[in-house]
């Protein structure tokens, strides 16, 4: 790391550039609860700044404690207290990429980076150093991650996300995996299908299970993603008030797989229906094979006691007499 130094010196906010997020990693802007700690403790710790001649209005360039600034700010302070950073006689590629490292340790000091925050540090590193067997060394010794280019390049693919999608990924509510999926689509689409995977609560086996449907779909219809999902039906269960979450991931999940697999729809219908003219107890299950892929059907029977049992005596005799039952496995 080059040799530098600090300096504590007291800014009037009009100098420095807000709108300057080069160093910024973290997405989270929120400072109430930083600006109440100031209000009542004072600026315990001095954010970093690095002065620029850009703009010699805003010479000042946030290196890190984006919040701690805005915090001020919003309390009204008229001068924050930083520090300044001071190099000797390094080039510039050097200086930002010490200030990168700088932001890194401000963070991780509180917390450990997220996936975003890192794929933030991989796209400035991919900007700042270009070359792509130095970049990605380079981001994996700041980050302390294992060299893994292709985890490096999936890194740098969320970091050119829609703002929208990082932050559901931050939340948790969009898996890595289904992040790197919608970063193949254009950002308005890839906000959308977020938007809608979040909204819902899915599962990561879910996301991927949706998204693989609708893009198969629009594979074998030769249409757009868009067009599957503007469909009539799956817009109005998309559009539905009177579902609550769970009833509109099934009715989802029911249409695509419907559209993808029409044949395999119609036999799971039928099925369906014989299953409902038989009027099973609630604690007998039939499940047929999967996708009728194959001949093994399974028969769940619960009972808690022996009169239980033969109770289920009768419902096993109708089944074993229902005739649609019997012809469904003579076809």
């Known amino acids: 790391m080059p040799d530098f130094s600090y300096e504590i010196i007291r800014l009037d906010p009009m100098s420095i550039d807000l709108s300057d997020e080069m160093f910024r990693i973290s997405l989270d802007c929120d ?17 970093i700044v690095l002065h620029q ?3 010699q209005f805003k010479s000042y360039r946030i290196v890190c404690g984006f919040k701690r600034i805005a915090a001020c700010l919003s309390l009204g302070f008229p001068t924050v207290d930083v520090k300044s950073l001071r190099f000797n006689d390094v080039d510039e590629k050097s200086i930002h990429l010490t200030c ?31 070359t792509q ?18 985890y490096i390049e999936k890194l740098l693919r969320i970091d050119k996300l829609p703002l929208p999608v990082k932050q559901w990924v931050v939340q948790e509510r969009i898996s890595f995996n289904t992040a790197i999926a919608l970063s193949e689509l254009e950002s308005e689409l890839s906000i959308q299908l977020a938007d809608l995977f979040a909204e819902l609560m899915l599962s990561v086996n879910k996301q991927n299970e949706l998204l693989t449907l609708i893009k198969e779909i629009a594979i074998r219809d030769g249409c757009t993603i868009q067009n599957v999902l503007e469909h009539g039906e799956m817009k109005t269960i998309m559009d539905n008030p009177d579902q609550n979450r769970n009833e509109r ?20 219908e039928a099925f369906d229906h014989i299953l409902k ?10 499940t047929p094979p999967e996708y009728f892929e194959g001949n093994t059907y399974m028969m769940q029977i619960q009972f808690r006691n022996w009169n239980e049992l033969v109770n289920h005596k009768d419902t096993i005799e109708r089944i074993l007499s229902h005739n649609d039952f019997k012809k469904w496995f003579e076809r």
């Open 31 to 47: 400072h109430t609860d930083l600006k109440s700690s100031i209000d009542s403790f004072g600026l315990i710790s001095h954010p």
């Open 100 to 130: 990168i490292q700088l932001s890194i340790e401000d963070c991780v000091f509180q917390r450990k980076l997220n996936i975003v925050e890192q794929a933030s540090v991989v796209g400035k590193l991919f900007v700042l150093i270009g």
């Open 53 to 55: 001649n850009i703009n």
């Open 133 to 150: 067997s130095q970049w990605q060394d380079t981001a994996s010794s700041i980050l302390k991650i294992q060299q893994n280019p292709l």
């Open 277 to 286: 003219t038989i009027k099973l107890s609630s604690k007998i299950k039939i």
């Open 249 to 268: 991931t099934q009715s989802i999940r029911h249409y695509l797989k419907k559209r993808r697999f029409p044949e395999i729809s119609k036999h799971i």
